[in-house]
């Protein structure tokens, strides 16, 4: 099973989008809530180099934003667990 962290706000709108479509795909997933926790904020922009949420890695790859989670998605990329996300 892909190991999937996701940053997030608790005020996101696509951040809820972002979950909802990884559940749909039948991904669970690791919400890592950085409104709460500088340190995680910290560790989100040292490794995705973004301000902005959320930011989705799949199996430590960073895969970006909810646009891109769900370019994923219409691709077929994220048809099913294991397919690998490009």
Same mark, same amino acid.
């Given at each position: &099973?892909? %190991? *999937?962290?996701?940053? /997030? /706000?608790?005020?996101?709108?696509?951040?809820? $989008? $972002? %979950? &909802?479509? #990884?559940? +749909?795909?039948?991904?669970?997933?690791?919400?890592?809530?950085? !409104?709460?926790?500088?340190?995680? #904020?910290?560790? &989100? #922009?040292?490794?995705? %180099? +973004?301000?902005?949420? @959320? +930011? *989705?890695?799949?199996?430590?790859?960073?895969?970006?934003?909810? =646009?891109?989670?769900?370019?994923? !998605?219409?691709?077929?990329? #994220? =048809?099913?667990?294991?397919?690998?996300? @490009?």
């Amino acid at each position: &099973m892909a %190991k *999937v962290e996701i940053y /997030t /706000t608790g005020s996101c709108a696509y951040c809820v $989008a $972002a %979950k &909802m479509l #990884l559940k +749909q795909k039948g991904y669970g997933y690791e919400e890592i809530r950085v !409104d709460t926790d500088p340190a995680r #904020l910290a560790e &989100m #922009l040292g490794r995705s %180099k +973004q301000r902005s949420v @959320p +930011q *989705v890695f799949i199996d430590g790859a960073y895969i970006g934003g909810y =646009a891109e989670l769900a370019a994923a !998605d219409r691709d077929g990329s #994220l =048809a099913r667990p294991g397919a690998g996300v @490009p």
